[in-house]
């Protein structure tokens, strides 16, 4: 299945439906030719939403060959409305924008709606409308500001104004299956172990008789790439670790057990903290401490990478997300997120060839790699920890007591979280070392200690977040630990916000 792209927010996140829903997917930009599409044997095409009116001068089309070449096709929001656009239909800026849930009524159950109720929550985005269908389509869906919510025709094209690949439409996963397997008639055969060895194989092709080297981070992803690549090309792989001093506790430790003790990986372990806190010194701006410390881990690791023996390849554990989002300025209306370090942040003259056995996968996909490979639960599992590390989590200056102060804060959030069995339900739980401080009475004497932030959210994949309902005696517990064991700490807080509006980092 390949997702046409037109720059909309949502087209990672069709993909990851899509794969979901046991089919293979990749992204491509929506203005790629159909002979470049056809070479890889699409079983069918999506053509994702995107910012731009279709009738406006300048806006993305897709290749009309594309449309007739007998291919299924599903078009969402402005994916729907090229579609009929393209085909002779008509478009028009609609008198009531939609934007956020509504309802839709079905009219017509044939393809992608089949065995659903006839009325779905949806969620609409759109400032567009289909006023007149292209011949030989016909509706099967309207709302109460859209009386065309979707169409489709004998050829097997459809087109929705919703987006089925969010929460918000309830029967979301419904329509894409119907779509992928009653219309397209894909088998379902994308299983993410099964990719282990394909990726096995594929490395040893690239790496023949080379040696490998491989940045740790304790994360899964760094983690399944060593792990593949070690067991791909046995002796030739060596892991570097460089200890920031950015880390949580007792990370060093339980990288080097896992990595050496449990699945035997060559490890050199390098403590460049005081190159890292140097850097950070009087630093209180995030990109800014986002640079000094992505310029001095390259810095770092080329020193250290030159005390190894010949090294001919780069291993990364690079994933479709950091690919997409490091380069959707190659998509029309869309914007670059951020440049991954690992995708568009290495050196011009990089003397190494890289090896991204993990880069057309979800994170998601990852974790079920890993559990195959018998990677231990609890690293598996890891919520998302931010790259530039505890920097990001400190307002203000990074100092070496700050960050001692907010190890001890974060630790107890996660011991916490864990004890109460809701680790696995969070995206992501920790704490914040606020700039602020207040006043408090510890036994008979005032303090002026600092404020910690807690902050818990729940999420799907880190697009939209919404913050966790933790129980009273849960938090309670937190905050009671955090002011007795955490020195310099009399006042701990919770984080009620979304995202959006707030970000799930405070930096």
């Given at each position: 299945?390949?997702?046409?792209?037109?720059?909309?927010q949502?087209?990672?996140?069709?993909?990851?439906?899509?794969?979901e829903?046991?089919?293979?997917?990749?992204?491509?930009?929506g203005?790629t030719?159909?002979?470049?599409?056809?070479?890889?044997s699409?079983?069918?095409l999506?053509?994702?939403?995107?910012?731009?009116?279709v009738?406006?001068?300048?806006?993305?089309?897709?290749d009309?060959a594309?449309?007739?070449?007998?291919?299924?096709v599903?078009?969402i929001?402005y994916?729907?409305?090229?579609?009929a656009?393209?085909?002779?239909?008509?478009v028009?800026?609609?008198?009531?924008?939609?934007?956020?849930?509504?309802?839709v009524q079905?009219?017509?159950?044939a393809?992608?709606f089949r065995?659903?109720p006839?009325?779905?929550?949806?969620?609409?985005?759109?400032g567009?409308t289909i006023?007149?269908?292209?011949?030989?389509?016909?509706?099967?869906?309207?709302?109460s500001?859209?009386?065309?919510?979707a169409?489709?025709?004998?050829?097997?094209?459809?087109?929705?104004?919703f987006?089925?690949?969010?929460?918000?439409?309830?029967?979301g996963?419904?329509?894409?299956?119907?779509f992928l397997?009653?219309v397209?008639?894909?088998?379902?055969?994308?299983?993410?172990a099964?990719?282990?060895e394909d990726?096995?194989?594929?490395i040893?092709?690239?790496v023949?008789?080379g040696?490998?080297?491989?940045?740790?981070?304790?994360g899964v992803?760094s983690?399944?790439?060593?792990?593949?690549?070690?067991?791909?090309?046995?002796?030739?792989l060596?892991?570097?670790?460089?200890?920031?001093?950015?880390?949580r506790?007792?990370?060093?430790r339980r990288?080097?057990e896992?990595?050496?003790?449990?699945?035997?990986?060559?490890l050199?372990?390098?403590?460049?903290?005081?190159?890292f806190l140097s850097a950070l010194?009087?630093v209180v701006?995030?990109?800014?401490?986002?640079?000094?410390i992505?310029?001095?881990?390259?810095?770092?690791f080329e020193?250290e990478?030159?005390?190894?023996?010949?090294i001919?390849?780069?291993?990364q554990g690079?994933?479709?997300?950091?690919v997409?989002?490091s380069?959707?300025?190659?998509?029309?209306?869309?914007?670059?997120?951020?440049t991954?370090?690992?995708?568009g942040?290495?050196?011009?003259?990089?003397?190494?060839?890289?090896?991204?056995?993990?880069?057309y996968?979800f994170?998601?996909?990852?974790r079920?790699?890993?559990s195959?490979l018998?990677?231990?639960?609890d690293?598996?599992?890891?919520?998302?920890?931010p790259?530039?590390g505890?920097?990001?989590?400190?307002?203000g200056?990074v100092?070496?007591?700050?960050?001692?102060?907010l190890?001890?804060?974060?630790?107890?959030?996660v011991?916490?979280?864990?004890?109460?069995?809701?680790?696995?339900?969070?995206?992501?739980?920790f704490a914040?070392l606020?700039p602020l401080?207040?006043?408090g009475?510890?036994?008979?004497?005032?303090?002026?200690?600092n404020v910690?932030?807690i902050?818990?959210?729940?999420?799907?994949?880190?697009?939209?977040?919404?913050?966790?309902?933790?129980?009273?005696e849960?938090?309670a517990?937190?905050?009671t630990?955090?002011?007795?064991?955490?020195?310099?700490v009399?006042?701990?807080?919770?984080?009620?916000?979304s995202?959006?509006?707030?970000?799930?980092?405070?930096?």
């Amino acid at each position: 299945m390949l997702v046409l792209d037109f720059g909309s927010q949502y087209s990672q996140l069709i993909a990851r439906r899509v794969r979901e829903a046991g089919v293979y997917c990749e992204l491509v930009p929506g203005t790629t030719p159909w002979d470049a599409l056809r070479e890889r044997s699409p079983r069918a095409l999506i053509l994702s939403g995107g910012p731009a009116s279709v009738y406006a001068d300048g806006a993305p089309l897709c290749d009309p060959a594309a449309l007739d070449s007998g291919v299924p096709v599903l078009g969402i929001c402005y994916g729907m409305q090229l579609l009929a656009y393209q085909l002779g239909g008509e478009v028009a800026s609609s008198n009531r924008r939609e934007y956020g849930p509504a309802n839709v009524q079905v009219d017509d159950e044939a393809g992608i709606f089949r065995d659903l109720p006839a009325d779905l929550p949806v969620w609409m985005s759109h400032g567009d409308t289909i006023v007149k269908p292209p011949a030989g389509f016909r509706r099967l869906a309207h709302s109460s500001s859209s009386p065309i919510a979707a169409m489709g025709d004998d050829a097997g094209r459809f087109g929705i104004a919703f987006h089925p690949e969010v929460i918000h439409t309830r029967q979301g996963k419904e329509i894409l299956h119907n779509f992928l397997y009653s219309v397209a008639g894909c088998r379902g055969t994308w299983k993410p172990a099964a990719f282990i060895e394909d990726a096995m194989l594929a490395i040893r092709e690239r790496v023949n008789d080379g040696h490998v080297l491989l940045a740790l981070s304790g994360g899964v992803d760094s983690a399944v790439c060593a792990t593949l690549v070690h067991r791909a090309v046995p002796g030739r792989l060596t892991c570097l670790f460089v200890d920031n001093g950015l880390l949580r506790r007792d990370e060093r430790r339980r990288v080097e057990e896992v990595m050496t003790r449990h699945l035997g990986v060559e490890l050199k372990v390098v403590d460049a903290s005081d190159d890292f806190l140097s850097a950070l010194e009087g630093v209180v701006d995030p990109e800014e401490k986002r640079r000094r410390i992505g310029a001095t881990f390259i810095r770092v690791f080329e020193r250290e990478a030159a005390t190894i023996r010949q090294i001919d390849y780069l291993a990364q554990g690079t994933l479709y997300p950091d690919v997409i989002e490091s380069t959707s300025h190659d998509t029309f209306g869309a914007h670059r997120i951020k440049t991954h370090h690992n995708v568009g942040g290495l050196p011009a003259d990089l003397r190494f060839q890289l090896v991204e056995p993990l880069r057309y996968l979800f994170k998601d996909e990852v974790r079920a790699i890993g559990s195959a490979l018998g990677l231990p639960d609890d690293m598996v599992n890891r919520q998302p920890f931010p790259g530039p590390g505890l920097a990001v989590r400190i307002l203000g200056e990074v100092t070496r007591a700050r960050l001692e102060t907010l190890r001890a804060a974060d630790w107890i959030v996660v011991d916490e979280i864990k004890a109460a069995g809701l680790y696995r339900s969070l995206w992501q739980s920790f704490a914040i070392l606020t700039p602020l401080q207040s006043v408090g009475v510890m036994g008979d004497y005032r303090t002026y200690g600092n404020v910690v932030a807690i902050r818990a959210v729940q999420s799907e994949d880190g697009m939209t977040a919404d913050w966790a309902r933790l129980p009273y005696e849960v938090l309670a517990t937190i905050s009671t630990r955090i002011v007795n064991e955490v020195p310099d700490v009399n006042r701990v807080v919770y984080d009620i916000s979304s995202k959006p509006p707030s970000t799930i980092e405070w930096e």
